[in-house]
């Protein structure tokens, strides 16, 4: 399969990067590690006549977790990710995640940038982020804005990112003393599928281990990562048990919204998004209990 022909540009500066976006608008394209891109111009399915890499330009690399507030620049690899000390100290949903992305191949190229830009349903890093509450920062000449990952995916293969303007930075606010998270994915094989359904749950005890915010999302049941906003409304203000995790798990499945598809049928789906949200549930409790 070849690629469609395009020109290729690689700015050594976001200000750079902005202007190239903003001279070509719907014409150019971003490419950072092109994992994802490279495979659908080869289908066909994108044509862009301009690729703008943004793979060299160095403040988009940067991980930052000063005070606590995570900072994590758009072009830091799933490979690094993975290996990363702090992400897995911080934000072990999400590394989690990164860990079963792919193959070793693919996270050394892949970025945390280009799996949110994807949009795809199945994607392995959005469910963590959105639980954490993460917010983009999004760059154009114009200026900058920034937006919570909850308003980002508007459906499969599109995102709320304009033509002229860059996702520089994924922000993860300073998690509250007595908060956990857990990430579970699950495919038809072990390695190298799309997921069947992933589930990401993030809680926070108050001091007298009480649920004070929980927030549960859930990936593959959807067009869009959805957030099983009823099973959080059943946790918070509860004691932490299994028969309330049961019963969250099964508001969960409840709210999602799977499609048959050749992977599997939306019955077996639901049911999994309950499962994994009680066994995600059980993972972030016990990563609380261990940060009061
Ligand atoms: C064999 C194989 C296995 C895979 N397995 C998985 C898997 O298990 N889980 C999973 O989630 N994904 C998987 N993927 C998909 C893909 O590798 C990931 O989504 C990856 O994170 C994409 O990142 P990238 O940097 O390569 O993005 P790119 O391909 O460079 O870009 C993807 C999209 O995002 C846009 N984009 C990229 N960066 C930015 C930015 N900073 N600002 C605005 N827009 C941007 C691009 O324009 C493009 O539309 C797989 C792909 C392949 C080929």
Known sequence: ??????DFHEPKTLNEACQILAEYGQKARIIAGGTDLMVNMKKKILSPEQLVSISRISELKKLDTAGGNIRIGACFTVAELNASGEIQKHLSALGEGAKNLGTPLIRNLATIGGNLGTARPAADLPPALMAYGAQVVLKSL????????DNFFLGPGFTAVK???????I????LPPGSGAGYINIGVRKGQDCNLVNVASFITLDSNGIIQNAR???GCVGPVPLRALSAEKILIGQKPES???????????????PIDDFRGSAVYKRDMAG?????TLDIAFHEATHRQ
Request: charged share 25%.
């Open 171 to 174: 922000r993860v606010p300073a």
């Open 142 to 149: 114009s200026g900058e804005r920034t937006l919570s990952l």
């Open 1 to 6: 399969m070849l690629l469609p022909k395009f």
């Open 243 to 257: 028969a309330l995790f049961l019963r969250a798990g099964a508001a969960a499945s409840s709210d999602s919204t």
């Open 275 to 279: 499962v994994l949200t009680r066994r």
């Open 163 to 169: 033509p002229d303007e860059i996702l520089t930075e």
């Open 216 to 218: 549960i999302v859930m």
